[in-house]
């Protein structure tokens, strides 16, 4: 079975970095794949945060576009996402999800057929 494991989680001061770590087995990312970050603030609803798959695109939501970054290390089986001056309504947990095939504009949850369980960042003002 396919795995994704997230780290790199932790509570940083509101204008600190942070990068997230997500290595999976039982799947080669060097094939054909979309993976991506999602993330889910108390109390509101999970939402995409930055993609990127094997065609080398990538996309992000507008609400971290210039300040995250997600990039892959196929020889590792990672993708990681840097997040860099982070604010107090960027808590949440952090999921990192994949599903064969090219990431779409609009690419949700319930499409990804691979899920991590998540890793909190937590961003004190």
């Known amino acids: 079975d396919v795995q994704l494991v997230e780290s790199g989680g932790g509570s940083v001061q509101s204008g600190e970095s942070l990068e997230l770590s997500c290595t999976a087995s039982g799947y080669r990312l060097s094939d054909s794949y979309c993976l991506s970050w999602f993330r889910q603030p108390p109390g509101k609803e999970r939402e995409a945060v930055a993609g990127t798959d094997s065609d080398e695109n990538t996309n992000y939501a507008a609400s971290v576009k210039g300040r995250f970054t997600i990039s892959k290390d196929d020889a590792k089986n990672t993708v990681y996402l840097q997040m860099a001056s982070l604010k107090p309504e960027y808590t949440a947990m952090y999921y990192c999800?994949?599903?064969?095939?090219?990431?779409?504009?609009?690419?949700?949850?319930?499409?990804?057929?691979?899920r991590g369980q998540g890793t909190q960042v937590t961003v004190s003002s």
């Open positions: 999800a994949a599903r064969a095939g090219i990431c779409g504009r609009n690419d949700n949850w319930s499409q990804m057929k691979f």
